[in-house]
DNA sequence: TAGTGGTCTAGACCACGTA
DNA sequence: ACGTGGTCTAGACCACTAA
Protein backbone atom coordinates (compact mmCIF):
# COMPACT_ATOMS: atom_id res chain seq x y z
CA UNK A 1 0.00 0.00 0.00
CA UNK A 2 2.21 2.39 -1.24
CA UNK A 3 1.06 6.04 -1.03
CA UNK A 4 4.31 7.08 -2.71
CA UNK A 5 3.91 7.51 -6.90
CA UNK A 6 1.37 10.46 -7.99
CA UNK A 7 2.74 13.05 -10.71
CA UNK A 8 2.41 11.51 -14.16
CA UNK A 9 6.10 11.76 -14.66
CA UNK A 10 6.34 9.39 -12.05
CA UNK A 11 4.01 7.04 -13.00
CA UNK A 12 5.19 6.58 -16.73
CA UNK A 13 8.90 6.59 -14.99
CA UNK A 14 7.20 3.27 -13.11
CA UNK A 15 5.18 2.15 -16.18
CA UNK A 16 8.54 2.11 -18.08
CA UNK A 17 10.19 0.20 -15.28
CA UNK A 18 7.38 -2.67 -15.22
CA UNK A 19 8.39 -2.96 -19.39
CA UNK A 20 11.77 -3.08 -19.12
CA UNK A 21 11.89 -5.81 -16.27
CA UNK A 22 9.32 -7.57 -18.15
CA UNK A 23 6.88 -7.07 -15.54
CA UNK A 24 4.60 -6.12 -17.71
CA UNK A 25 5.94 -8.42 -20.63
CA UNK A 26 5.53 -8.01 -24.48
CA UNK A 27 2.08 -9.08 -25.31
CA UNK A 28 0.70 -8.61 -21.51
CA UNK A 29 -2.10 -6.59 -21.16
CA UNK A 30 -1.74 -4.30 -18.23
CA UNK A 31 -4.24 -3.27 -15.72
CA UNK A 32 -6.28 -0.93 -16.52
CA UNK A 33 -6.48 3.01 -15.87
CA UNK A 34 -8.97 2.54 -13.43
CA UNK A 35 -7.25 0.08 -11.53
CA UNK A 36 -3.56 1.83 -11.67
CA UNK A 37 -5.26 4.88 -10.66
CA UNK A 38 -6.63 3.12 -7.27
CA UNK A 39 -2.94 1.57 -7.11
CA UNK A 40 -0.76 4.82 -7.43
CA UNK A 41 -3.99 6.66 -5.32
CA UNK A 42 -4.34 9.24 -8.24
CA UNK A 43 -7.20 10.45 -10.35
CA UNK A 44 -7.87 8.47 -13.33
CA UNK A 45 -6.64 11.42 -15.90
CA UNK A 46 -3.34 11.20 -14.30
CA UNK A 47 -2.74 7.60 -15.46
CA UNK A 48 -4.21 8.52 -18.55
CA UNK A 49 -1.50 11.54 -18.99
CA UNK A 50 1.16 8.54 -17.78
CA UNK A 51 0.25 5.87 -20.55
CA UNK A 52 -0.64 8.05 -23.33
CA UNK A 53 2.83 9.86 -23.08
CA UNK A 54 4.39 6.02 -23.46
CA UNK A 55 2.11 5.03 -26.02
CA UNK A 56 3.15 8.24 -28.20
CA UNK A 57 6.71 6.74 -27.79
CA UNK A 58 5.19 3.30 -29.15
CA UNK A 59 5.84 1.57 -25.94
CA UNK A 60 2.56 0.77 -25.53
CA UNK A 61 -0.54 0.33 -27.56
CA UNK A 62 -4.11 1.18 -26.27
CA UNK A 63 -7.28 0.30 -28.01
CA UNK A 64 -10.50 0.97 -26.11
CA UNK A 65 -12.68 -1.62 -24.75
CA UNK A 66 -9.12 -3.74 -25.63
CA UNK A 67 -7.23 -1.76 -22.84
CA UNK A 68 -3.25 -1.17 -23.52
CA UNK A 69 -0.94 -3.97 -24.25
CA UNK A 70 3.01 -3.89 -24.14
CA UNK A 71 3.59 -4.47 -28.18
CA UNK A 72 5.11 -7.74 -29.13
CA UNK A 73 7.31 -5.55 -31.91
CA UNK A 74 7.80 -2.57 -30.53
CA UNK A 75 8.38 0.71 -33.77
CA UNK A 76 10.25 2.87 -31.45
CA UNK A 77 9.83 6.84 -32.40
CA UNK A 78 12.29 9.56 -32.84
CA UNK A 79 11.92 12.63 -32.74
CA UNK A 80 14.21 14.76 -35.05
CA UNK A 81 14.45 18.01 -34.85
CA UNK A 82 14.65 19.30 -38.76
CA UNK A 83 18.02 21.89 -38.93
CA UNK A 84 17.78 25.26 -39.32
CA UNK A 85 21.28 25.73 -41.40
CA UNK A 86 22.29 29.18 -40.20
CA UNK A 87 21.23 28.32 -36.96
CA UNK A 88 23.16 24.63 -36.70
CA UNK A 89 26.13 26.38 -37.78
CA UNK A 90 26.50 29.16 -35.47
CA UNK A 91 25.37 26.77 -32.71
CA UNK A 92 29.12 25.05 -33.57
CA UNK A 93 30.45 28.15 -33.68
CA UNK A 94 30.95 28.47 -37.63
CA UNK A 95 30.29 30.83 -39.91
CA UNK A 96 27.55 30.82 -42.32
CA UNK A 97 27.92 31.80 -45.33
CA UNK A 98 25.45 31.81 -48.40
CA UNK A 99 25.96 32.29 -52.42
CA UNK A 100 22.94 32.55 -55.27
CA UNK A 101 23.99 29.97 -57.83
CA UNK A 102 20.82 31.25 -60.22
CA UNK A 103 17.11 32.17 -59.88
CA UNK A 104 15.46 31.83 -62.90
CA UNK A 105 11.80 30.58 -64.18
CA UNK A 106 11.10 27.22 -65.80
CA UNK A 107 8.59 24.23 -66.40
CA UNK A 108 9.83 21.27 -63.51
CA UNK A 109 10.81 18.06 -65.03
CA UNK A 110 8.88 15.05 -64.08
CA UNK A 111 10.09 14.09 -61.08
CA UNK A 112 9.69 17.59 -59.64
CA UNK A 113 6.13 18.18 -60.77
CA UNK A 114 5.05 15.15 -59.56
CA UNK A 115 6.43 16.10 -56.19
CA UNK A 116 4.09 18.68 -56.56
CA UNK A 117 1.60 17.68 -57.81
CA UNK A 118 1.51 20.67 -60.76
CA UNK A 119 3.36 21.46 -63.63
CA UNK A 120 3.05 24.64 -64.16
CA UNK A 121 5.95 26.87 -64.25
CA UNK A 122 7.97 27.90 -61.17
CA UNK A 123 10.57 29.08 -59.79
CA UNK A 124 13.31 27.62 -59.55
CA UNK A 125 16.74 28.45 -57.33
CA UNK A 126 19.64 27.05 -56.49
CA UNK A 127 22.45 28.12 -54.10
CA UNK A 128 25.24 26.95 -51.90
CA UNK A 129 25.93 27.23 -48.41
CA UNK A 130 29.14 27.78 -46.69
CA UNK A 131 30.36 27.04 -43.27
CA UNK A 132 33.27 28.88 -42.31
CA UNK A 133 33.77 29.66 -46.11
CA UNK A 134 33.81 25.64 -47.17
CA UNK A 135 30.98 24.54 -49.41
CA UNK A 136 28.66 22.70 -46.68
CA UNK A 137 25.98 22.13 -48.68
CA UNK A 138 24.11 22.62 -52.19
CA UNK A 139 20.64 23.15 -52.01
CA UNK A 140 17.81 22.81 -55.28
CA UNK A 141 14.92 24.59 -55.06
CA UNK A 142 11.13 24.41 -56.19
CA UNK A 143 8.91 27.71 -55.76
CA UNK A 144 5.34 27.44 -57.13
CA UNK A 145 4.49 31.33 -57.66
CA UNK A 146 0.90 30.84 -57.71
CA UNK A 147 0.90 30.15 -53.89
CA UNK A 148 3.73 32.24 -52.91
CA UNK A 149 3.48 35.84 -55.78
CA UNK A 150 6.03 37.91 -53.42
CA UNK A 151 8.55 35.17 -53.79
CA UNK A 152 9.35 36.14 -57.80
CA UNK A 153 10.62 39.51 -56.49
CA UNK A 154 12.14 38.37 -53.08
CA UNK A 155 15.73 38.89 -52.97
CA UNK A 156 17.50 35.48 -52.56
CA UNK A 157 20.46 36.66 -54.20
CA UNK A 158 21.05 38.23 -50.38
CA UNK A 159 19.37 35.91 -48.23
CA UNK A 160 18.36 32.18 -47.92
CA UNK A 161 15.63 30.91 -49.62
CA UNK A 162 15.02 28.74 -46.64
CA UNK A 163 14.51 31.14 -43.91
CA UNK A 164 12.73 33.84 -46.68
CA UNK A 165 9.81 31.13 -47.21
CA UNK A 166 9.86 30.60 -43.37
CA UNK A 167 9.41 34.23 -42.59
CA UNK A 168 6.61 35.00 -45.96
CA UNK A 169 4.97 31.81 -46.90
CA UNK A 170 3.54 28.93 -43.77
CA UNK A 171 2.92 25.61 -44.57
CA UNK A 172 -0.05 23.42 -43.05
CA UNK A 173 2.28 20.21 -43.29
CA UNK A 174 4.86 18.41 -45.46
CA UNK A 175 6.64 15.46 -46.13
CA UNK A 176 10.83 14.89 -45.84
CA UNK A 177 13.06 11.93 -46.55
CA UNK A 178 16.67 10.99 -45.97
CA UNK A 179 18.94 9.18 -48.16
CA UNK A 180 22.29 8.86 -49.51
CA UNK A 181 23.38 9.77 -53.18
CA UNK A 182 26.58 10.26 -55.50
CA UNK A 183 27.96 13.85 -56.28
CA UNK A 184 27.37 14.41 -59.86
CA UNK A 185 29.75 16.42 -61.82
CA UNK A 186 27.60 19.79 -60.92
CA UNK A 187 27.21 19.22 -57.44
CA UNK A 188 30.89 18.21 -57.32
CA UNK A 189 32.00 21.31 -58.54
CA UNK A 190 30.04 23.19 -56.18
CA UNK A 191 30.91 21.71 -53.50
CA UNK A 192 34.43 21.46 -54.06
CA UNK A 193 34.75 17.34 -54.34
CA UNK A 194 35.23 14.41 -56.40
CA UNK A 195 32.30 13.13 -58.83
CA UNK A 196 30.48 10.31 -56.95
CA UNK A 197 31.52 11.72 -53.11
CA UNK A 198 28.73 9.88 -50.95
CA UNK A 199 26.30 12.84 -49.98
CA UNK A 200 23.40 13.01 -47.56
CA UNK A 201 20.49 14.23 -49.11
CA UNK A 202 17.70 15.83 -47.56
CA UNK A 203 14.40 16.41 -50.34
CA UNK A 204 11.56 18.30 -48.49
CA UNK A 205 8.15 19.06 -49.91
CA UNK A 206 5.98 21.55 -47.45
CA UNK A 207 2.06 21.97 -48.05
CA UNK A 208 -0.35 25.09 -47.48
CA UNK A 209 -3.04 22.69 -47.42
CA UNK A 210 -3.64 20.78 -50.75
CA UNK A 211 -1.09 22.99 -52.66
CA UNK A 212 2.55 22.67 -52.88
CA UNK A 213 4.45 25.64 -51.23
CA UNK A 214 8.19 24.55 -52.30
CA UNK A 215 10.23 21.17 -52.55
CA UNK A 216 13.71 21.41 -52.14
CA UNK A 217 16.78 19.09 -51.98
CA UNK A 218 19.49 19.92 -49.99
CA UNK A 219 22.97 17.93 -50.50
CA UNK A 220 25.90 17.76 -47.58
CA UNK A 221 29.26 17.43 -48.04
CA UNK A 222 30.61 14.43 -46.68
CA UNK A 223 31.18 14.67 -42.72
CA UNK A 224 27.49 15.82 -42.14
CA UNK A 225 25.42 14.11 -39.33
CA UNK A 226 22.31 14.08 -38.24
CA UNK A 227 21.20 13.19 -34.74
CA UNK A 228 18.98 12.15 -32.01
CA UNK A 229 18.05 10.24 -28.70
CA UNK A 230 15.74 7.63 -29.00
CA UNK B 1 -19.74 34.76 -29.28
CA UNK B 2 -19.74 31.61 -31.29
CA UNK B 3 -20.23 28.47 -28.88
CA UNK B 4 -18.49 26.15 -31.49
CA UNK B 5 -15.16 25.22 -30.85
CA UNK B 6 -14.74 23.10 -27.77
CA UNK B 7 -12.65 19.81 -28.62
CA UNK B 8 -8.83 20.37 -27.99
CA UNK B 9 -8.93 19.20 -31.62
CA UNK B 10 -10.62 21.63 -33.06
CA UNK B 11 -9.03 24.16 -30.73
CA UNK B 12 -5.61 23.34 -31.76
CA UNK B 13 -6.56 23.62 -35.45
CA UNK B 14 -7.94 26.92 -34.73
CA UNK B 15 -4.82 28.38 -33.25
CA UNK B 16 -2.88 26.58 -36.26
CA UNK B 17 -4.92 28.28 -38.16
CA UNK B 18 -4.17 31.91 -37.02
CA UNK B 19 -0.82 31.20 -36.63
CA UNK B 20 -0.38 30.22 -40.36
CA UNK B 21 -2.79 33.43 -41.22
CA UNK B 22 -0.10 35.54 -39.16
CA UNK B 23 -3.28 36.41 -37.16
CA UNK B 24 -0.81 35.28 -34.48
CA UNK B 25 2.36 36.59 -35.91
CA UNK B 26 5.59 35.40 -35.19
CA UNK B 27 7.02 36.71 -32.05
CA UNK B 28 3.32 37.34 -31.14
CA UNK B 29 2.35 36.70 -27.53
CA UNK B 30 -0.63 35.07 -27.98
CA UNK B 31 -3.50 35.08 -25.40
CA UNK B 32 -3.58 33.36 -22.10
CA UNK B 33 -4.85 30.11 -21.31
CA UNK B 34 -7.80 31.80 -19.27
CA UNK B 35 -9.19 33.85 -22.03
CA UNK B 36 -8.61 31.18 -24.44
CA UNK B 37 -10.83 29.61 -22.25
CA UNK B 38 -13.35 31.85 -22.17
CA UNK B 39 -13.50 32.52 -25.92
CA UNK B 40 -13.96 29.06 -26.97
CA UNK B 41 -16.50 28.49 -24.49
CA UNK B 42 -14.06 25.43 -22.82
CA UNK B 43 -12.32 24.70 -19.86
CA UNK B 44 -8.51 26.04 -19.48
CA UNK B 45 -7.63 22.37 -19.41
CA UNK B 46 -8.75 21.92 -22.68
CA UNK B 47 -7.08 24.93 -24.08
CA UNK B 48 -3.37 23.90 -22.47
CA UNK B 49 -3.54 20.60 -24.05
CA UNK B 50 -4.25 22.25 -27.34
CA UNK B 51 -1.66 24.42 -26.80
CA UNK B 52 0.86 22.31 -25.41
CA UNK B 53 0.04 19.95 -28.42
CA UNK B 54 1.45 22.79 -30.78
CA UNK B 55 4.40 23.72 -28.43
CA UNK B 56 5.18 19.64 -28.65
CA UNK B 57 5.78 20.27 -32.33
CA UNK B 58 7.89 23.72 -32.41
CA UNK B 59 5.07 25.88 -33.62
CA UNK B 60 4.54 27.51 -30.20
CA UNK B 61 7.00 28.68 -27.39
CA UNK B 62 5.39 28.10 -23.48
CA UNK B 63 6.88 29.49 -20.43
CA UNK B 64 5.20 30.29 -17.03
CA UNK B 65 4.64 34.15 -16.50
CA UNK B 66 6.09 34.94 -19.74
CA UNK B 67 3.30 33.18 -21.92
CA UNK B 68 2.91 31.57 -24.87
CA UNK B 69 4.31 32.86 -27.63
CA UNK B 70 4.19 32.34 -31.43
CA UNK B 71 8.65 31.70 -32.25
CA UNK B 72 10.52 33.92 -34.88
CA UNK B 73 12.06 30.69 -36.08
CA UNK B 74 10.02 27.68 -35.51
CA UNK B 75 12.12 24.60 -35.54
CA UNK B 76 9.86 22.13 -36.25
CA UNK B 77 10.03 18.35 -35.33
CA UNK B 78 8.92 15.32 -37.10
CA UNK B 79 8.67 12.14 -35.61
CA UNK B 80 10.71 9.09 -37.23
CA UNK B 81 10.04 5.65 -36.94
CA UNK B 82 12.52 3.74 -36.40
CA UNK B 83 12.40 0.74 -38.98
CA UNK B 84 12.41 -2.87 -38.03
CA UNK B 85 14.13 -3.84 -41.51
CA UNK B 86 11.90 -7.39 -41.75
CA UNK B 87 8.87 -5.40 -41.00
CA UNK B 88 9.34 -2.49 -43.61
CA UNK B 89 10.34 -5.26 -45.81
CA UNK B 90 7.38 -7.14 -45.41
CA UNK B 91 5.03 -3.99 -45.62
CA UNK B 92 6.34 -3.36 -49.07
CA UNK B 93 5.86 -7.58 -49.99
CA UNK B 94 9.49 -8.25 -50.29
CA UNK B 95 10.78 -11.61 -49.27
CA UNK B 96 13.42 -10.95 -46.52
CA UNK B 97 16.57 -12.36 -45.66
CA UNK B 98 19.58 -12.94 -43.52
CA UNK B 99 22.97 -14.10 -43.51
CA UNK B 100 25.07 -14.20 -40.32
CA UNK B 101 28.88 -13.53 -41.45
CA UNK B 102 30.60 -13.84 -38.42
CA UNK B 103 30.12 -13.92 -34.72
CA UNK B 104 32.95 -13.29 -32.71
CA UNK B 105 34.24 -12.04 -29.18
CA UNK B 106 37.55 -9.28 -29.67
CA UNK B 107 38.57 -6.00 -27.78
CA UNK B 108 36.60 -3.01 -30.14
CA UNK B 109 38.43 -0.38 -31.86
CA UNK B 110 38.47 2.62 -30.06
CA UNK B 111 35.80 4.74 -32.02
CA UNK B 112 33.36 1.37 -31.16
CA UNK B 113 35.00 1.20 -27.53
CA UNK B 114 34.21 5.44 -26.97
CA UNK B 115 30.81 5.06 -28.36
CA UNK B 116 29.64 2.51 -25.75
CA UNK B 117 32.59 3.84 -23.00
CA UNK B 118 33.37 0.78 -22.34
CA UNK B 119 36.82 -1.27 -23.65
CA UNK B 120 36.49 -4.64 -22.48
CA UNK B 121 36.20 -7.89 -25.06
CA UNK B 122 32.77 -7.29 -26.90
CA UNK B 123 30.33 -9.62 -29.11
CA UNK B 124 31.09 -8.41 -32.48
CA UNK B 125 28.14 -9.50 -35.00
CA UNK B 126 28.46 -8.82 -38.77
CA UNK B 127 25.51 -9.85 -40.53
CA UNK B 128 23.89 -9.28 -44.27
CA UNK B 129 20.30 -8.43 -45.02
CA UNK B 130 18.49 -9.36 -48.36
CA UNK B 131 15.30 -8.15 -49.74
CA UNK B 132 14.04 -10.48 -52.69
CA UNK B 133 16.82 -12.29 -52.46
CA UNK B 134 19.12 -9.27 -52.84
CA UNK B 135 21.54 -7.84 -50.62
CA UNK B 136 20.44 -4.72 -48.81
CA UNK B 137 21.98 -4.02 -45.59
CA UNK B 138 25.20 -4.66 -44.32
CA UNK B 139 25.15 -4.56 -40.35
CA UNK B 140 27.81 -4.24 -38.07
CA UNK B 141 27.15 -4.67 -34.36
CA UNK B 142 28.73 -4.98 -31.33
CA UNK B 143 26.70 -6.02 -27.64
CA UNK B 144 28.05 -6.13 -24.33
CA UNK B 145 28.04 -9.30 -22.75
CA UNK B 146 28.63 -7.96 -19.23
CA UNK B 147 25.51 -6.50 -19.80
CA UNK B 148 23.46 -9.05 -22.26
CA UNK B 149 25.05 -12.15 -21.01
CA UNK B 150 22.36 -14.42 -23.12
CA UNK B 151 24.01 -12.59 -26.16
CA UNK B 152 26.81 -15.01 -25.82
CA UNK B 153 24.80 -18.33 -26.69
CA UNK B 154 22.25 -16.36 -28.85
CA UNK B 155 21.16 -17.88 -32.36
CA UNK B 156 22.50 -15.32 -34.21
CA UNK B 157 23.51 -17.67 -37.33
CA UNK B 158 19.46 -18.14 -37.79
CA UNK B 159 17.72 -14.85 -36.41
CA UNK B 160 18.66 -11.82 -37.17
CA UNK B 161 20.27 -9.79 -34.07
CA UNK B 162 18.17 -6.90 -33.96
CA UNK B 163 14.91 -8.97 -33.29
CA UNK B 164 17.06 -10.88 -30.97
CA UNK B 165 18.03 -8.20 -29.15
CA UNK B 166 14.65 -6.35 -28.93
CA UNK B 167 13.07 -9.59 -27.26
CA UNK B 168 16.17 -10.05 -24.58
CA UNK B 169 17.44 -6.94 -23.81
CA UNK B 170 15.03 -3.96 -22.90
CA UNK B 171 16.72 -0.57 -23.55
CA UNK B 172 16.26 2.71 -21.68
CA UNK B 173 17.23 4.89 -24.30
CA UNK B 174 19.32 5.54 -26.55
CA UNK B 175 21.46 7.87 -29.37
CA UNK B 176 21.00 7.76 -33.19
CA UNK B 177 22.45 9.19 -36.34
CA UNK B 178 22.48 9.31 -40.12
CA UNK B 179 24.51 9.79 -42.27
CA UNK B 180 26.26 9.06 -45.85
CA UNK B 181 29.16 7.26 -46.26
CA UNK B 182 31.32 5.69 -49.36
CA UNK B 183 31.14 1.39 -49.20
CA UNK B 184 34.42 0.51 -48.42
CA UNK B 185 36.28 -2.81 -50.31
CA UNK B 186 34.71 -5.23 -47.58
CA UNK B 187 31.36 -3.55 -47.48
CA UNK B 188 31.24 -3.14 -51.75
CA UNK B 189 31.52 -6.72 -51.81
CA UNK B 190 29.00 -7.71 -48.96
CA UNK B 191 26.19 -5.20 -50.94
CA UNK B 192 27.86 -6.33 -54.40
CA UNK B 193 28.63 -2.83 -55.03
CA UNK B 194 31.53 -0.93 -56.43
CA UNK B 195 33.64 0.56 -54.00
CA UNK B 196 32.93 3.86 -53.34
CA UNK B 197 28.81 3.77 -53.62
CA UNK B 198 27.04 6.20 -51.78
CA UNK B 199 25.47 4.72 -48.61
CA UNK B 200 22.81 5.79 -46.15
CA UNK B 201 24.17 4.90 -42.77
CA UNK B 202 22.18 4.57 -39.40
CA UNK B 203 24.04 4.42 -36.37
CA UNK B 204 22.19 3.37 -32.97
CA UNK B 205 23.74 3.36 -29.33
CA UNK B 206 21.12 1.81 -26.55
CA UNK B 207 21.86 1.88 -23.77
CA UNK B 208 20.09 0.49 -20.43
CA UNK B 209 20.80 2.83 -17.57
CA UNK B 210 24.48 3.58 -17.60
CA UNK B 211 26.06 0.83 -19.36
CA UNK B 212 25.61 0.43 -23.11
CA UNK B 213 24.01 -2.64 -24.47
CA UNK B 214 24.48 -2.85 -28.38
CA UNK B 215 26.09 -0.49 -31.26
CA UNK B 216 24.72 -0.74 -34.60
CA UNK B 217 26.41 0.81 -37.93
CA UNK B 218 23.85 -0.20 -40.70
CA UNK B 219 24.76 0.44 -44.08
CA UNK B 220 21.93 0.45 -46.96
CA UNK B 221 22.78 -0.18 -50.52
CA UNK B 222 21.59 2.67 -52.52
CA UNK B 223 17.67 3.36 -53.11
CA UNK B 224 16.79 3.46 -49.62
CA UNK B 225 14.99 6.24 -48.55
CA UNK B 226 13.90 6.92 -44.77
CA UNK B 227 10.62 9.01 -44.24
CA UNK B 228 8.04 11.02 -42.93
CA UNK B 229 5.78 13.87 -42.27
CA UNK B 230 6.19 17.30 -40.84
C1' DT C 1 -23.85 -4.68 -25.28
C1' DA C 2 -20.62 -3.79 -22.11
C1' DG C 3 -15.86 -2.47 -20.98
C1' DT C 4 -12.12 0.46 -21.90
C1' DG C 5 -9.72 4.48 -23.18
C1' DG C 6 -10.66 9.52 -24.75
C1' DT C 7 -12.09 13.72 -23.42
C1' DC C 8 -14.19 17.53 -20.94
C1' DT C 9 -15.27 20.26 -16.72
C1' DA C 10 -14.74 23.42 -12.75
C1' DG C 11 -12.01 24.15 -9.45
C1' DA C 12 -7.74 24.08 -6.96
C1' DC C 13 -2.90 24.42 -5.84
C1' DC C 14 1.76 24.64 -7.32
C1' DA C 15 6.27 25.88 -9.81
C1' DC C 16 8.56 28.73 -12.37
C1' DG C 17 10.49 32.85 -13.85
C1' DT C 18 9.82 37.74 -15.03
C1' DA C 19 9.64 42.13 -13.40
C1' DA D 1 5.53 39.67 -5.76
C1' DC D 2 2.63 37.90 -8.84
C1' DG D 3 1.03 36.24 -13.44
C1' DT D 4 1.31 32.35 -16.27
C1' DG D 5 1.48 27.71 -17.53
C1' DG D 6 1.74 22.85 -15.32
C1' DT D 7 -0.66 19.59 -13.04
C1' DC D 8 -4.03 17.17 -10.23
C1' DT D 9 -8.82 15.94 -8.83
C1' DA D 10 -13.46 13.80 -8.88
C1' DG D 11 -16.81 13.17 -11.60
C1' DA D 12 -19.17 12.77 -15.90
C1' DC D 13 -20.27 11.50 -20.60
C1' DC D 14 -18.77 9.78 -24.98
C1' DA D 15 -16.62 6.78 -28.78
C1' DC D 16 -14.88 2.91 -30.11
C1' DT D 17 -14.68 -1.92 -30.49
C1' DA D 18 -14.20 -6.70 -28.79
C1' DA D 19 -17.00 -10.29 -27.45
Redesign the interface.
Known sequence: MSRTASTWTEIRAEA?RR??T?EWA?GDTIPNEAELAEEFGCARATVNRALRDLADE?LLERRRKAGTRVPL????????????IR?EMEDHGKAYGYRLIFNRAEVPPDDVAARMRARRSMLHVASLHLADGMPFMAEDRWIDPTVVPAARTAPFATGNANEWL??HA?????????????ADAAVATLLDLAP??????IC?T?W?GARAVTTVTQR?A?G???????
Open positions: LINRPGHPVRRATLRIPVRLAPYTHGEIAFSAEPGAALFVRTDFPYRLQTTL
